[in-house]
């Protein structure tokens, strides 16, 4: 582990040097909610050899930031849940092709708040335990396209979907169940990890759905491409890839 560490420090160290003295260089990063914490943690760490760049995170839901790109918002990388909005937006040419990289897989799970002790597992959604489920919008959030898949492969679950409160994002999920608007959420094992004010109830087999990637790509209209590329390269260095695995998902 320290020799990996050592290795880390000395490849991008090199990238340090060659920045002395560059301009400053400003990239906006639009990413799912999910990588919020992974996110936060990488950036300290880029900013010890890259100074000189100034990122900036805007979250929404995938579908959310496909639509941003649309419009031609000032987004230089994109961060999103599954295929739908990357495939899309590859067809549209408003990525770069070669720049989509998998970063790491993630789980579904179903959450309550810590002080409910009437839910215990994914069978207690369809009692009168459970009033209110919240689920994402399947137009914008992947997650709520899995939960779909999970619920149908279990069979029995049809009559749950007249208890979901449906969230333009999953942090929307978490926060609604935090605070007891709903007796449970269904989220990604990435969000659960952001709150110690839930608990896990249920965690989907990854034989329930297909498997769901958060993917990354530098947008092509982006005036910083070089930049965003190396930023993606920073973000599947092992280094990174052990703080996406601390904090819920799988590589």
Same mark, same amino acid.
């Given at each position: 582990?320290?020799?990996?560490?050592?290795?880390?420090?000395?490849?991008?160290?090199?990238?340090?040097?060659?920045?002395?003295?560059?301009?400053?260089?400003?990239?906006?990063?639009?990413?799912?909610?999910?990588?919020?914490?992974?996110?936060?943690?990488?950036? =300290?760490?880029?900013?010890?050899?890259?100074?000189?760049? &100034?990122?900036?995170?805007?979250?929404?839901?995938?579908?959310?930031?496909?639509?941003?790109? @649309?419009?031609?918002?000032?987004?230089?990388?994109?961060?999103?849940?599954?295929?739908?909005?990357?495939?899309?937006?590859? =067809?549209?040419?408003?990525?770069?092709? &070669?720049?989509?990289?998998?970063?790491?897989?993630?789980?579904?799970?179903?959450?309550?708040?810590?002080?409910?002790?009437?839910? *215990? /597992?994914?069978?207690?959604?369809?009692?009168?335990?459970?009033?209110?489920?919240?689920?994402?919008?399947?137009? +914008? #959030?992947?997650?709520?396209?899995?939960?779909?898949?999970?619920? !149908?492969?279990?069979?029995?679950?049809?009559?749950?979907?007249?208890?979901?409160?449906?969230?333009?994002?999953?942090?929307?999920?978490?926060?609604? #169940?935090?605070? @007891?608007? #709903?007796?449970?959420?269904?989220?990604? /094992?990435?969000?659960?990890?952001?709150?110690?004010?839930? !608990?896990?109830?249920?965690?989907?087999?990854?034989?329930?759905?297909?498997?769901? +990637?958060?993917?990354?790509?530098?947008?092509?209209?982006?005036?910083?491409?070089?930049?965003?590329?190396?930023?993606? %390269? +920073?973000? /599947?260095?092992? &280094? *990174?890839? @052990?703080?996406?695995?601390?904090?819920? +998902?799988? %590589?």
């Amino acid at each position: 582990m320290k020799i990996k560490k050592i290795l880390f420090v000395l490849m991008f160290s090199i990238l340090s040097i060659l920045t002395f003295g560059e301009e400053k260089v400003k990239l906006l990063i639009g990413s799912a909610p999910s990588v919020k914490s992974v996110m936060e943690e990488a950036l =300290k760490e880029y900013k010890k050899i890259k100074p000189n760049t &100034e990122i900036t995170f805007t979250y929404a839901s995938s579908g959310a930031l496909q639509s941003q790109i @649309e419009q031609g918002a000032p987004i230089d990388i994109i961060i999103a849940v599954g295929d739908k909005q990357i495939n899309y937006l590859n =067809k549209k040419n408003l990525i770069l092709n &070669e720049t989509i990289k998998k970063l790491a897989y993630d789980e579904l799970v179903i959450i309550t708040n810590k002080k409910n002790q009437q839910i *215990i /597992n994914i069978k207690d959604l369809l009692t009168d335990k459970t009033k209110y489920i919240a689920m994402g919008i399947a137009e +914008f #959030v992947p997650a709520a396209k899995t939960s779909e898949e999970v619920l !149908k492969y279990l069979g029995g679950f049809e009559n749950i979907k007249k208890k979901y409160v449906y969230c333009k994002d999953l942090l929307q999920v978490l926060s609604y #169940v935090e605070k @007891e608007e #709903v007796e449970a959420g269904f989220v990604w /094992n990435s969000i659960a990890k952001q709150s110690d004010k839930i !608990k896990i109830v249920f965690t989907a087999s990854n034989f329930m759905h297909n498997p769901v +990637f958060t993917q990354v790509a530098v947008v092509s209209y982006s005036k910083n491409k070089n930049e965003a590329i190396n930023f993606i %390269k +920073f973000l /599947n260095s092992n &280094e *990174i890839q @052990e703080i996406f695995i601390k904090n819920g +998902f799988i %590589k």
